[in-house]
């Protein structure tokens, strides 16, 4: 699910200074752990407005990059099973991303790194993409995109637990708010429980929260390529032994669609996606770019109409815009 710029400075291989609040280099702070580095005004440093804006573009372009991932997913599955579908997305994005490790020699992280490392290839790497991908067997790409509408709240609030921060009672409230929506419409949408493939999203957004909210932390030591390259790196071994179980145990009918799905899952959402996502979370702050994502379940809903011909049901642009205007709430209590 970022020392010379090579071809792929177009995404943002700028290396990161530690954040003088991170809570792995330093016990005060004169601000909120994940403020952006770029609100900090001093000598020497890069104009706030154009560091910020440089950091939301990076965010923005992660989300889009997200916003295509379910479809992805389906069209993969029209050739592949879903263990296959997981396991060879994530191999091939190793490549590039292990070749980019290389080709600039980049030293392994340190060794207090490696935890939070293991956080984001068990989050982003594997536990998101096989939890989701499972779902998507028996779901329909926008009733995910609604249930995981809930991300950015559920990755504000691992980020306030991560970082020690204590978000106001309002901030709370419209979490809550927002998770009972979502659980409505689920629930409203299997005929009075929620399913197999509603529980499996609903875990899939907490591995997730995890992953994004280490990534976010990690950027701020080092670029967010290298974040996403050593988790990738990291999970390899375990990537390329399910995808040679899985070649062997599941049906593999390929199409160019499926082909296609799996191609841009492997470089569109977990290489360069998540290269940008880091980088520009690194820059404006963990909440912050969690607001740009309210833009992901409706941008997931248009292509699923789009690409994949979907009806949408009509509680599902009701309720993700409901989901947003709870997020829109949190983002203004935490100021």
Not at 22 to 47: F, N, Y
Not at 136 to 142: D, H, I, M, V
Not at 312 to 321: C, D, H, M, R, V
């Amino acid at each position: 699910m970022k020392h010379n710029d090579s071809a792929i400075a177009t995404v943002g291989i700028a290396v990161s200074a530690p954040a003088a609040c991170d809570p792995d280099t330093a016990t005060t702070a004169a601000r909120e752990p994940d403020t952006p580095k770029a609100a900090v005004k001093g000598p020497g440093l890069p104009k706030p407005t154009a560091h910020v804006g440089r950091g939301l573009l990076l965010a923005v372009l992660g989300v889009a990059a997200f916003s295509l991932t379910f479809p992805a997913t389906a069209w993969g599955l029209e050739g592949m099973g879903p263990w296959t579908v997981v396991m060879l997305r994530s191999v091939l994005a190793t490549v590039p991303a292990g070749a980019a490790l290389l080709a600039l020699r980049v030293r392994p992280p340190e060794r207090r790194h490696w935890a939070g490392i293991a956080v984001v290839a068990g989050g982003v790497v594997l536990g998101f993409p096989l939890l989701t991908t499972l779902a998507l067997e028996t779901s329909t790409t926008s009733h995910a995109a609604v249930v995981v509408g809930l991300l950015p709240l559920a990755t504000a609030a691992c980020s306030a637990v991560r970082t020690g921060a204590r978000p106001s009672r309002t901030f709370w409230i419209a979490s809550l708010v927002g998770a009972v929506v979502v659980i409505g419409f689920a629930v409203q949408q299997s005929g009075g429980m929620p399913n197999r493939s509603d529980l499996l999203l609903f875990v899939a957004l907490l591995v997730c929260a995890a992953g994004y909210t280490e990534g976010g932390r990690l950027a701020r030591h080092m670029p967010g390529w290298q974040v996403i390259g050593w988790a990738l790196v990291l999970a390899l071994p375990v990537t390329v032994a399910g995808a040679a179980l899985a070649l062997s145990a599941e049906p593999l009918e390929l199409t160019a669609r499926s082909v296609a799905g799996v191609l841009w899952l492997a470089v569109g959402s977990q290489f360069l996606g998540m290269v940008a996502w880091y980088r520009g979370m690194a820059v404006i702050g963990i909440a912050r770019a969690s607001q740009l994502q309210l833009a992901q379940p409706l941008l997931t809903l248009l292509w699923s109409v789009l690409l994949l011909g979907e009806r949408l049901p009509p509680a599902a642009p009701a309720t993700a815009l409901a989901v947003l205007a709870c997020i829109a709430v949190t983002q203004r209590a935490r100021g």
